[in-house]
């Protein structure tokens, strides 16, 4: 898959942090979280190319403003058969 899109991406220098949710968060701290990182995906014109990318590499982490588990959701209601582990995933870019 081409990845020339990432270029055009809203989360071109934004801490990557954002789009990772640590495993000892509290539900109300989870919420806040999804809802930053979806903040630049629910406006980003490359959305879609995003969030194929994380379903065809099989990548942890909020993608395309979904979540690991919603992305599993989508693969198996469309029969899609997932690749072996989710791989950790960066397709941010570094501020410079």
Known sequence: MNQNWRDDANC????INVFFLESNLIPQ????????????????????????YAID??????????????RRGVKRSL???????PK???IFHEVK
Do not use: F
């Not at 071109?12 to 801490?15: E, K």
């Not at 701290?29 to 014109?45: F, G, H, M, N, P």
């Not at 590499?57 to 919603?70: A, L, P, R």
């Open 12 to 15: 071109i220098g934004v801490d």
């Open 29 to 52: 701290e989870i919420k806040v979280k999804l809802a930053e990182a979806r903040s630049y995906c629910d406006s980003c014109t490359v959305q879609r190319q995003c969030l194929q």
């Open 79 to 85: 029969g899609i058969r997932s690749k072996p582990g």
């Open 57 to 70: 590499e099989n990548v942890i982490g909020i993608y395309g403003g979904m979540t690991v588990d919603q």
């Open 88 to 90: 950790k995933g960066n």
